[in-house]
């Protein structure tokens, strides 16, 4: 039960939650906007004898580049939010611009910031990782080409990727992402 701990309303809440593809791990992963309305992605561990209920003193907040365990968002909407595994094992974090309209900060083209981009990282560390996930070494942007970006964008320049899934390969597909970017106004878009 989070809700002590989640500001909730309009585009704010409990966002997203995610198993690892290995059910071993007992680990869920939740995405959810605190009470300050910057995002948290945090780990929870399953209680022992029952895996349906996540022990609440198991909490473990994953900490980002910039030394915090939540990512700012300067507005209350565009939060993204939805968590999920890929083929490949890695959790895929979609996150939007930080809200208002028009990205009047500019976040979704600034590989400096984690707003408004797909992140992915590998969350298959031991508990006492102090970050809680290690970059994966074929992350696009870790050689500075074609732009010099922070290791955990997977993908840049997106408004609001509230949901997203994987073309599954157990069905013939390619493994490719496919993201639902909320547009403002007039249109929606589709990312493959």
Known sequence: DLRSVISAGGERGLLGFAFPPNPSTGRVFVNFTNTSGHTVVARFSRTPGNSLVADPTSRFDLRWPDGNRFIMQPFANHNGGHLAFGADGCLYIGLGDGGSANDPQNNAQNPNTLLGKMLRIDVNVSDGDVTGYRIPSDNPFLDGNP???????????????????????????????FIGDVGQSAREEIDF
């Open 147 to 177: 732009v010099s970006a922070l290791g955990e964008i997977w993908a840049f320049g997106l408004r609001n990727p509230w949901r997203y899934t994987f073309d599954d390969t157990a069905l013939g597909g390619t493994g490719a992402m």
